[in-house]
């Protein structure tokens, strides 16, 4: 129960004279959803490619599903599904028959693969459509059906490489719903994606890597603290209100349009408790009281030097 569903230990790859991987290390719980973060560059498709056995590392090992993808490359491919950035549909066939087709490729589901196909269409919405060609689907149906695809199987471990990239938000939060389903009956997800909110709501951990190194890694809020920047905003209803909390707290920051103070603190209970007891003793009412954290949009601008543009392919 307690053996990870991915373990990379020393993991390096380079090309000619240049470290892609740099002896990267991080472990994936089963049954959780695992985001790798990272500017252009950084890595990540190449570390992708090696945990599905599309490229050989050059040291290190990696584990996956409990097989070593260096000696047990089949039983890997046997145990993961993977879906690119781009959706990998025969446009020239239906939905159905998309299905049908990875269906009949697939040994393991040999006698049902109908009644698989059926439920797959269900699952994703896609009953309607099942008949049309996939070439008069909108890109929210193609990913939707991609991703069905990968499902042919019962893949243990699905890596998704950017899945919702040019979706709709409509789509985005449909595709959100179904990755959470997917966990929720005990898939492991491994997704890169270049929207750091969706790293934000998916992911149970996330690792950032830069220039071939992974230079953090924890729960999205472990992250979030590592950045300073976490303040409690008061908002006060006249000027001599503002003007005596500005007195009071040393350091804060005033915007005297907004009548807000901000105030630097970790956000914890005990030093919020001290912020009201100091307004308290100074007899001071504040209309409004927010505590406001760094976003991942801060963390990565932070970890790597870049704006969340670079996640960008």
């Known amino acids: 129960m307690n053996t990870p569903a991915i373990a990379v230990s020393g993991l390096r790859k380079t090309f000619g004279d240049k470290v892609v991987l ?19 560059g950084a890595g990540k498709t190449t570390t992708v490619n090696v945990l599905t056995t599309l490229t050989k590392a050059d040291g290190g090992t990696v584990r996956v599903a ?36 990875m269906a009949d490729l697939n040994r393991a589901v040999t006698g049902r693969g ?19 060609p996939a070439s008069t689907y ?27 990239t040019g979706l709709d938000p409509r789509s985005r939060r449909t595709m959100w719903t179904i990755i959470r389903e997917l966990v929720a009956d005990g898939v492991t997800i491994f997704l890169t994606t270049q929207y750091l909110d969706e790293a ?3 992911a149970d951990r996330i690792a950032v890597l830069d220039k071939g190194r992974l230079v953090a890694q924890g729960t999205p809020d472990d992250l979030k603290r590592q950045v300073p920047g976490t303040h409690v905003r008061l908002r006060f209803t006249t000027v001599a209100e503002l003007d005596a909390a500005a007195l009071a707290f040393a350091g804060a920051t005033r915007d005297d349009e907004a009548l807000a103070l901000r105030v630097p603190s970790d956000g914890g209970s005990q030093s919020l408790r001290a912020l009201l007891d100091r307004l308290d003793e100074h007899a001071i009412s504040a209309e409004e009281f927010s505590v406001h954290t760094p976003d991942l949009d801060d963390v990565f601008l932070a970890l790597t030097g870049h704006d969340t543009e670079a996640v960008a392919p």
Do not use: W, Y
């Open 138 to 164: 909108s890109g929210g149906m193609r990913r939707k059906l991609d991703l069905a695809m990968t499902l042919v199987g019962h893949p243990r471990i699905i890596f998704l490489d950017e899945p919702t």
């Open 22 to 40: 740099d002896g990267i290390d991080f472990e994936v719980r089963a049954g959780s959803v695992f985001s790798l973060l990272g500017p252009n």
């Open 114 to 132: 109908d009644r698989m196909v059926a439920d797959l269409l269900e699952r994703f919405d896609l009953v309607d459509s099942a008949r049309k």
């Open 66 to 101: 409990g097989h070593d993808i260096a000696t047990e490359a089949t039983a890997v491919r046997a145990a993961i599904g993977v879906t690119g950035q781009f959706a990998a549909v025969d446009e020239l066939l239906t939905g159905q028959e998309n299905l049908q087709l």
């Open 200 to 202: 934000d709501q998916l």
